[in-house]
């Protein structure tokens, strides 16, 4: 054995026991408020944090020391300050770089852990629906931050003319909306156009229902219960699927629906998590989390259902185009791309 390897793997396994409990204390945080009253970037001691959030001030001390261990942030003679770059990601939910929200979905793997060992002893089926609750709430605040700063200003115009349809007024499918985030950005941005987001699970459409009706778009965007392979229509100009083909069962059969809801001419956009098409490929920072991640939720989700092919968060643009070739497109590209997202384009 070699005593500097054992050492070194040790300290790598105690940093990510200490990262664990840090994103524990990162959803606390959030939800008590705690950086945004921090987003000012000003020193601040635990008595006056705690007064201001209305926590208990000896523990607001502990969490702060634990920031502070962390290297969230600064601290200084008694007070501790959460630096401008740090409340961007922590404090300011409008922000592109904002993570705070997130980490609930880190807190339903724990949550459903004991779910997990029965799927891994038994078929490998854990259903979307089945998750804590906090699963849904934090993949929606996980991803809304990328669709507002990239969806309308960067991955839509990196489609084929699909920009000067929007304009004009298309009609537009949003396949596995969830909480309709992507949705309603889209509706936002293109009042011309009509906008139906699916999604099999009731829940979800509710809440997106609710995002509507509080954003007043309730007139061009409806949010319908439909699963990838059954919702209506033959005339949609896009059809849309965000971070969610590759957590469904029949990937192909739903590919293959989208070629027949789709005119002649029109789209798919496909949103998926970046990936190379090789583990070695994935090999990093990025690929960790998303494998981690569909351990728990994407790949247990497709094995819970028919065909349960099981592509995961990681199945790369080569496995990605395997599909939609297979479900009769012609033409699929690479649209453009970010540090955590593939936008891919498939046309008949």
């Known amino acids: 054995m070699d005593e500097a390897k054992l050492q070194d793997f040790m ?24 950086y945004r009253a921090m987003a000012d970037s000003q020193p601040v001691t635990p008595q006056a944090l705690a ?32 630096p401008e770059e740090h409340a961007l990601a922590l404090a300011i939910e409008d922000s592109p770089v904002y993570m705070a929200g997130g980490a609930a979905v880190v807190a339903a793997l724990f949550h459903d852990k004991d779910k997990l060992v029965s799927a891994m002893r038994g078929d490998g089926g854990l259903a979307w629906g089945d998750h804590h609750p906090c699963m849904f709430s934090g993949t929606e605040r996980f991803f809304r931050p990328g ?29 596995g909306c969830g909480h309709g985030a992507s949705t309603l950005v889209m509706a936002q941005a293109f009042p011309a156009s009509r906008f139906v987001g699916y999604d ?15 954003a007043g778009l309730e007139q061009h965007v409806a949010f319908e219960q439909a699963t990838a392979k059954d919702y209506p229509g033959h005339d949609h100009d896009l059809v849309c699927f965000f971070d969610c083909l590759h957590d469904m069962g029949d990937p192909v059969g739903a590919a293959r629906h989208a070629y027949h809801a789709l005119k002649d001419d029109g789209t798919v956009m496909l949103v998926e998590p970046y990936a190379e098409d ?7 920072p990025v690929g960790r989390l998303f494998y981690a991640a569909s351990t728990f939720i994407c790949t ?23 599909v939609f070739e297979e479900a009769g497109f012609k033409q699929f590209r690479r649209a453009t791309q970010t540090p955590f997202n593939l936008i891919l384009e498939a046309r008949k």
Request: net charge neutral.
């Open 278 to 284: 090789t583990l070695d490929g994935n090999i990093n």
């Open 200 to 214: 099999y699970h009731a829940p979800s459409i509710l809440t997106a229902r609710e995002r509507a009706k509080e």
């Open 11 to 34: 300290g790598k396994l105690v940093g990510d026991m200490g990262a664990a409990a840090t994103l524990a204390n990162v959803i606390l945080g959030d939800e008590l408020g705690l």
């Open 51 to 82: 007064q201001k959030t209305g926590c208990h001030p000896r523990l607001v001390r502990e969490w702060l020391n634990a920031q502070a261990a962390s290297g969230y942030m600064r601290h200084d003679n008694g007070t501790f300050l959460l």
């Open 300 to 322: 247990p989700n497709s094995l819970s259902q028919e065909v349960g092919l099981g592509l995961g968060a990681q199945a790369g643009q080569a496995r990605l185009r395997a």
């Open 147 to 175: 669709y507002r700063t990239f969806l309308v200003a960067e991955w839509l115009p990196a489609l084929e003319g699909v920009v000067s349809k929007l304009e004009k007024g298309a009609k537009v499918a949003d396949i």
